[in-house]
């Protein structure tokens, strides 16, 4: 790299850095609420049940007509399948996106805070044809819908 380059690159880096903790000092950042939380226990269980009792505290589900997902009928690469999410639930507090037949079923949760829309759009690995799972936390309670996607090549390796 040339010397203009390189000093471009360090100023670039040092404004970032110093803007950032600027305003984590002033409290505008928190980092509870800018980055994603992980839940281990969660993310890393191998059946539905499993994931929804350590990530949403219980697996017991009732089917609602209220929850709809679009998904494509067939994928053609498993490897990005795109998800919506919607649900005229009233109260929710977290939306769970899982395929029933990867290895870790959970693809994610969100929390929605006060006030914000009920829909989600996430894209997922799906390895072969299965169960799209979407659970909606409401009032305290578990409702579930479900949808096939045919996947025609693998996208879990």
């Known amino acids: 790299m040339t010397q203009k380059i390189q000093r471009r690159l360090f100023l670039k880096v040092s404004l970032s850095a110093g803007l950032i903790g600027t305003a984590t000092a002033a409290g505008l950042l928190i980092p509870q609420r800018v980055f994603a939380i992980w839940d281990q226990k969660a993310f890393s269980s191998k059946k539905v049940e499993d994931a929804l009792m ?10 609602s007509d209220a929850i709809h997902i679009d998904a494509p009928d067939v994928a053609a690469d498993g490897s990005t399948v795109p998800i919506n ?17 990867n290895p870790r079923p959970l693809c994610s949760i969100i929390h929605p805070g006060p006030g914000i829309r009920s829909k989600v759009g996430i894209r997922i690995k799906m390895g072969k044809t299965a169960d799209v799972i979407a659970v909606i936390k409401s009032n305290g309670r ?16």
Not at 85 to 94: D, G, I, Q, R
Not at 142 to 157: D, E, N, P, Q, Y
């Open 142 to 157: 578990l409702f579930m819908a479900r949808r096939t996607v045919k996947v025609t090549a693998s996208g879990c390796a």
């Open 85 to 101: 999410v919607a649900t005229t639930l009233p109260n929710v507090e977290s939306i769970a996106v899982l395929a029933e037949k």
């Open 54 to 63: 350590n990530g949403l505290g219980s697996a017991i589900t009732e089917i």
